[in-house]
C-alpha cells in the first residue's frame, strides 16, 4: 500500500475518534483510544498533514479529563496525550494555565492556584494501584509538556508547580518508585530549563534541603560522626536498580539548584551535608558496573558545585580512622576518584569534555587547597622518577595517560590535564617539566605566562620533594624538551673524508645565498648601539657615524 494511502487512513482514523470524543460516554471513549495508544505507543510519527487534527486531540483528551472520568478512563487519556506530547508542534492547548492545572491536578500536585486542604497526595494509604498509575501517567505527560514547550514552562512557573513539586519531596519516605521518580525528574526539568526559578526553589521552598533529605533516604544513611555517615556494608548487597535511579534524578536536581551558591553558616552546613552523603554514595556499589558509574559522575559534577573548603568532608572520618602519612585523613574516597578518573580516560571512544574534565577539575581544586589531598593523589599520579629513558607520554601509567592528554586536540581537556599536573607541582615550573618535559607543558607555560620559569599565584607548604638516585645520576642527560635520556645520535661526518665535507659545506653556503637572494631568509648584524639591523645596514654604518642624526 502507497504511503499516501497510509496517511489517508490515518487521518480518517482520527477524524473518527475526534467525531466521537463529544459524544461518547466513557467507555467507548476509553475503547478509541487505547486502539490509537497500541498503534502509536511505539511508532508514533510526526505527520505535519495530521498536525491540526493532533492538536484537536489534545484539546479533546483534556476536555475528558476535565469531567468526573473513572480513573482507568483518566490513565487511558493521559497516555494518549503522553504520546501527542513527544510532537512539540500540538501542545499549544495543553500549554495553557487550565491544560497545566489539569494535568497538576491529575499528578496530585498543590500549585499556587489549588487550595491544599482537600488535596490529595500521591502518597496517600487510600491510594488504589489505578489511581497511583492515574499520578504517573500525568507526571510523565508533565515532563514531556514542559521539556518540549517553552510556554508551558512559563505556565508552570505562574502557576507555581515546584511548590506542588516540593510539597511532594516532603512525604518522600512513603514514595512508590515511579511516582518518586518522576516527580524529581519534573524538578530537574523545571529547575535546568527556567534558570530563574532556582533562586525561588531554594529561597522559598527550601529545594536543596528537601532533596538532600530524599537522598540520605534513598541511599539509607545512617550517621554516626558529624557530616560522617556509617561505612557501607561489604557483604550488603548492591543499590537496588530503583534506589539508584531515584538517587540520580535527585543529584541532577541538586546540581542545578547549586550552580550559583548565596555562601552563609545556613548555606555551609548544608552544603557539608551534601558532601558528606556523596562520600557515602561514591563508597557504593550498584547491581551494573555501568550504573555505578554513572551514579558516581553525578555525585562529581555536583561535588564541583560545592565550595571547596567543603571538600575536607571527603577525608575528615575519624569513627573510620585515616592514613597516619597523611595528617590521619582517610583517602577510600580520593582513591575511588582516581580510580574513576582512570577509568574515563581509558575509555574508548568517549567525550573527554563531559565525562572526564568534570573529575580533573575536581581533583585540581581539591589538591590546590588541601594538602593531604595533593600529597595523596601525587604519590598515586607522580610518584618518584626511576626510569626516565622513556618519553612521559609513553607507557601505560596515569602519569603517561596525562601527558598524552597535554596535546589533546580538545583545548579544554588539554588545559584542566595540564593544570592538574601543574598542582599536583605545587605550580612549579622545575618540577612540572621534570615529569612531562618542556615539549608537552608548552602550552599551559604560554598560556599562564611561565615560559621564565617560577611558579603560579598559589601558597603551598615548603616541604621539598626528593629525588631518587636514578633520577639524580641521569637528570644531566635528559633532554629538558622531551622531558627523557635520548639515545646519542650518530655524527653524519665522522666517517666523511675531507673532500665530502668540503663538498658538503659548499652546498651549505649555496642554499643559505639562495634563501637569501629570494628574502626568504636576512642575515643580521648588530649594530653599535646594540641594536640588530640587516646585515648590509651594519657593515656600511662605520663606527661613531652620527650623519644621520639631527644637528642643531
Excluded at 23 to 36: D, G
Excluded at 163 to 178: D, M, V
Amino acid at each position: 500500500m502507497c504511503m499516501c494511502c497510509l496517511e489517508y487512513i490515518s487521518t480518517m482514523d482520527l477524524n473518527n475518534i475526534l467525531s466521537q470524543l463529544d459524544t461518547a460516554n466513557e467507555e467507548e471513549i476509553e475503547t478509541l483510544l487505547l486502539q490509537f495508544n497500541r498503534e502509536n505507543s511505539h511508532t508514533f510519527t510526526f505527520n505535519q498533514k495530521e498536525e491540526a487534527l493532533r492538536s484537536k486531540l489534545c484539546q479533546g483528551v483534556l476536555t475528558v479529563l476535565g469531567r468526573q472520568v473513572q480513573p482507568s478512563c483518566q490513565r487511558t487519556c493521559l497516555e494518549t496525550l503522553r504520546i501527542l506530547s513527544r510532537d512539540k508542534r500540538v501542545l499549544a492547548p495543553v500549554a495553557t494555565r487550565e491544560g497545566m492545572l489539569i494535568l497538576g491536578g491529575m499528578a496530585r500536585l498543590h500549585t499556587g492556584e489549588e487550595g491544599g486542604d482537600n488535596q490529595k497526595t500521591p502518597q496517600e494509604d487510600s491510594q488504589s494501584e489505578e489511581e497511583e498509575r492515574v499520578v504517573v501517567e500525568a507526571l510523565k505527560c508533565l515532563c514531556n509538556v514542559v521539556y518540549n514547550s517553552s510556554a508551558a514552562q512559563q505556565v508552570s512557573v505562574e502557576v507555581q508547580l515546584a511548590n506542588g513539586l516540593c510539597a511532594n519531596l516532603r512525604t518522600a519516605r512513603t514514595w512508590r518508585h515511579e511516582v518518586g521518580l518522576f516527580t524529581l525528574r519534573l524538578l530537574f526539568l523545571l529547575s535546568a530549563l527556567r534558570s530563574d526559578l532556582r533562586g525561588s526553589l531554594r529561597r522559598e521552598w527550601h529545594a536543596v534541603r528537601l532533596l538532600t533529605e530524599v537522598l540520605e533516604h534513598t541511599l539509607d544513611v545512617h550517621w554516626v560522626g558529624p557530616y560522617e555517615a556509617a561505612r557501607p556494608d561489604p557483604q550488603a548487597l548492591p543499590m537496588p536498580a530503583e534506589d539508584n535511579e531515584r538517587a540520580m534524578e535527585a543529584l541532577k536536581a541538586l546540581f542545578n539548584l547549586t550552580l550559583s551558591n548565596a555562601g552563609g553558616e545556613e548555606d555551609d552546613h548544608q552544603f557539608r551535608l551534601i558532601a558528606a552523603i556523596l562520600r557515602h554514595l561514591l563508597m557504593l556499589k550498584t547491581e551494573t558496573e555501568e550504573k555505578t558509574e554513572e551514579a558516581h559522575s553525578h555525585a562529581i559534577n555536583l561535588l564541583n558545585n560545592l565550595p571547596v573548603s567543603c571538600l575536607d568532608v571527603l577525608i575528615d572520618v575519624p569513627v573510620q580512622g585515616g592514613q597516619e602519612k597523611y595528617g590521619g585523613k582517610n583517602m577510600d574516597t580520593i582513591q575511588v576518584l582516581i580510580d574513576f578518573m582512570e577509568k574515563r580516560i581509558d575509555k574508548q571512544g568517549s567525550n573527554y569534555k563531559e565525562g572526564l574534565t568534570p573529575v580533573l577539575s575536581l581533583l585540581t581544586e581539591g589538591s590546590r587547597h588541601h594538602r593531604e589531598i595533593r600529597r595523596y593523589i601525587k604519590a598515586q599520579v607522580l610518584p618518584p622518577l626511576k626510569d626516565v629513558k622513556i618519553r612521559p607520554e609513553i607507557g601505560t601509567a596515569i602519569r603517561n595517560k596525562l601527558v598524552r592528554l597535554m596535546t589533546h586536540v580538545d583545548m579544554g581537556v588539554k588545559q584542566t590535564a595540564a593544570e592538574f599536573l601543574f598542582v599536583l607541582c605545587k605550580e612549579s615550573v622545575d618540577n612540572l617539566l621534570k615529569y612531562t618535559g618542556y615539549g608537552n607543558a608548552a602550552g599551559l607555560l604560554v598560556a599562564r605566562g611561565l615560559l621564565a620559569g617560577g611558579r603560579g599565584e598559589t601558597q603551598y607548604s615548603e616541604d621539598e620533594d626528593s629525588d631518587t638516585e636514578e633520577y639524580k645520576s641521569a637528570k644531566p642527560f635528559i633532554n629538558p624538551i622531551t622531558g627523557h635520556v635520548e639515545e646519542p645520535m650518530p655524527n653524519p661526518i665522522e666517517e666523511m673524508t675531507e673532500e665530502q665535507k668540503e663538498y658538503e659545506a659548499q652546498k651549505l653556503v649555496y642554499m643559505f645565498d639562495k634563501l637569501s637572494r629570494q628574502n626568504v631568509i636576512r642575515p643580521m648584524g648588530v649594530r653599535p648601539d646594540g641594536t640588530l639591523a640587516p646585515l648590509e645596514e651594519t657593515l656600511c654604518d662605520p663606527p661613531g657615524d652620527n650623519s644621520g642624526s639631527d644637528s642643531d
